[in-house]
């Protein structure tokens, strides 16, 4: 079975850093064509994709957030983890982990994480 | 702003059928796959059409969807009161090279 599973902190503050981690289970992201996105949803509002990782380490991010996050694997661990720098209020939001097959879509999500920006 | 265009709502009576549409350019719709997401309230959003058309594993029969140049929509048929939910369109974009959403359409049964 394969499931994603957000972890990091609820609140951070402004001009904060903030590290989320994406913990993968039932699969690799050594495989190859398998990809993990992430993608957040500020309090009712939209869906918002903010950057995939392939199991070939490319890497691609949202064009206006690209300053401000980094994507990267540690296979060891199984694990993506999302850096976004200088958080802002506008970033309170649920982050998702997804799994990325492509073709075929976003096709495993994980539960999603709260994350509140204090000012 | 999304990138992909969706009515913010949509609704029906038990049984009825309701459609929404998703509109898109040639950089996302025209080019690749259409995939469809249904978020239940204050869950995460599930894949529920992927490839245009096709149904994952598990999801019921009456969702449907088609797509046509560089615009798509879902279909509803027989709808339930579990099918209260929000819906969102997503295809591949050149431009940003990555992921495009729909703005997501609210579906209520009466």
């Known amino acids: 079975q394969i499931t994603l599973k957000e972890s990091g902190p609820m609140v951070v503050k402004s001009t904060q850093t903030l590290t989320l981690t994406c913990t993968l289970s039932g699969f690799s992201l050594s495989t190859s064509g398998v990809g993990v996105a992430w993608i957040r949803q500020p309090p009712g509002k939209a869906l918002e994709w903010l950057a995939l990782?392939?199991?070939?380490?490319?890497?691609r991010y949202t064009p206006s957030l690209k300053s401000r996050i980094t994507i990267t694997r540690d296979t060891s661990k199984n694990q993506v983890v999302l850096t976004m720098t200088n958080m802002d209020p506008v970033d309170t939001a649920t982050y998702y982990c997804?799994?990325?097959?492509?073709?075929?879509?976003?096709?495993?999500w994980g539960q999603g994480t709260t994350v509140t920006v204090s000012s | 702003q999304s990138v992909l265009t969706q009515p913010p709502s949509a609704s029906g009576t038990p049984g009825q059928r309701v459609t929404i549409s998703c509109s898109g350019s040639?950089?996302?719709?025209?080019?690749?796959?259409v995939h469809w997401y249904q978020q239940l309230p204050g869950t995460a959003p599930k894949l529920l059409i992927q490839?245009?058309?096709q149904r994952p594993s598990g999801v019921p029969d009456r969702f449907s969807g088609s797509k046509s140049g560089t615009s798509a929509s879902l279909a509803i048929s027989g709808l339930r009161s579990e099918d209260e939910a929000d819906y969102y369109c997503?295809?591949?974009?050149?431009?940003?090279?990555?992921?495009?959403f729909g703005g997501g359409t609210k579906v209520a049964v009466l």
């Open positions: 990782i392939y199991w070939n380490d490319d890497k």
């Open positions: 997804a799994q990325n097959r492509q073709v075929y879509g976003l096709d495993v």
């Open positions: 490839r245009n058309n």
């Open positions: 040639n950089s996302n719709i025209g080019g690749y796959y």
């Open positions: 997503s295809a591949w974009d050149d431009g940003l090279s990555g992921w495009a």
